[in-house]
């Protein structure tokens, strides 16, 4: 079994900067794509990046190409997602899911999930 946390979530102003961690516990993440998906109020889950387990493939969404980056450290166990030029539209509980068998942008195919956390862009 995987646990997953997310942590660096918070309040800040449009423009500004947040960095989110996934960290993984209970068996390695090292063999595992990592996916960040976040959820507004009223609306439904989306994708918003996915990395490779070796780091080499990365993917966005388009609303967030270009602003937010995502790493990881197998070493520590953790993914980030480095978020930058926030906007209010990025408002939302954002979730790190991870899976060995796929490379998607699907919320669908990830088998472990975090509990989330809210990050807040204040106009």
């Known amino acids: 079994q995987v646990q997953l946390a997310e942590s660096g979530g918070g309040l800040v102003q449009a423009g500004g900067s947040l960095r989110l961690s996934c960290a993984a516990s209970?068996?390695?993440?090292?063999?595992?794509?990592v996916g960040w998906f976040r959820q507004a109020p009223g609306k439904v889950r989306e994708f918003v990046a996915a990395?490779?387990?070796?780091?080499?493939?990365?993917s966005y969404a388009d609303s967030v190409k270009g602003r937010f980056t995502i790493s990881r450290h197998n070493a520590k166990n953790t993914v980030y997602l480095q978020m930058n030029s926030l906007k209010s539209e990025d408002t939302a509980v954002y979730y790190c899911a991870a899976d060995e068998h796929t490379y998607s942008s699907r919320s669908d195919e990830y088998r472990y999930w975090g509990q989330g956390t809210q990050v807040t862009v204040s106009s």
């Open positions: 209970g068996r390695t993440v090292s063999r595992s794509t």
């Open positions: 990395i490779n387990w070796i780091g080499t493939i990365t």
